[in-house]
T-cell receptor
């Protein structure tokens, strides 16, 4: 199956700093990538849909100025958590679609102190 | 309204036995896809099986099969011959309109079921 990588896998940062998470499709081109957030033992919540070359579409309740998404190429999307606060601590997962199936990255665990 | 419902927060099964994880869905879109993913404690989401709404046959992938009952809007996952490594969280998900729709093929997930396989 297709491979999606995510970097970093784990990050700890101080409150007020910004954190960038990268999502790459390694062996296919993905015109669409998705960013999810997951709290412990809960379901995945879609944050935004990222399309190459255009602005991301954010789900209701997600602050677009807080969670900046850039889809610069067909294999790379980035999520930047700006001015992170402890409540932003979560597991962030990206996925990339090659038409029928979404393939997920391994996730990034963000801890904001 | 909840589009994907998994009513079993936790399930237990004995090793080598079969187990069924329930999933019901709600949509008015005639074209949709149903997915099952496995999420072990490491957090990665592992794709297991896919069923299209127009598929006549139930999907099967190795020890995984999807019991698709369209009229009942259910898409239960059956795992045969359970193994200790099957212990994980399992998510059912639905994708509605893709091309031309506003959803861009996004997935809606159920609440998940934690499966524990006992030796």
């Amino acid at each position: 199956g297709a491979v999606v990588s995510q970097h970093p896998s784990r990050v700890i940062c101080k409150s007020g700093t910004s954190v960038k998470i990268e999502c790459r499709s390694l062996d296919f081109q993905a015109t669409t990538m998705f960013w999810y957030r997951q709290f412990p033992k809960q379901s995945l919540m879609l944050m935004a849909t990222s399309n190459e070359g255009s602005k991301a579409t954010y789900e209701q309740g997600v602050e677009k100025d807080k969670f900046l998404i850039n889809h610069a190429s067909l294999t790379l999307s980035t999520l930047t958590v700006t001015s992170a606060h402890p409540e932003d601590s979560s597991f962030y997962i990206c996925s990339a679609s090659d038409t029928d199936t979404q393939y997920f990255g391994p996730g990034t665990r963000l801890t904001v102190l | 309204a909840q589009k994907i419902t998994q009513t079993q927060p936790g399930m237990f099964v004995q090793e080598k036995e079969a187990v069924t994880l329930d999933c019901t869905y709600d949509t008015s879109d005639p074209s949709y896809g149903l997915f099952w993913y496995k999420q072990p404690s490491s957090g990665e989401m592992i794709f297991l099986i896919y069923q299209g709404s127009y598929d006549q046959q139930n999907a099967t992938e190795g020890r995984y099969s999807l019991n698709f009952q369209k009229a009942r809007k259910s898409a239960n996952l059956v795992i045969s011959a359970s193994q200790l490594g099957d212990s994980a969280m399992y998510f059912c998900a639905m994708r509605e309109a893709f091309a031309g729709g506003t959803s861009y093929g996004k997935l809606t997930f159920g609440q998940g079921t934690i499966l524990t396989v006992h030796p």
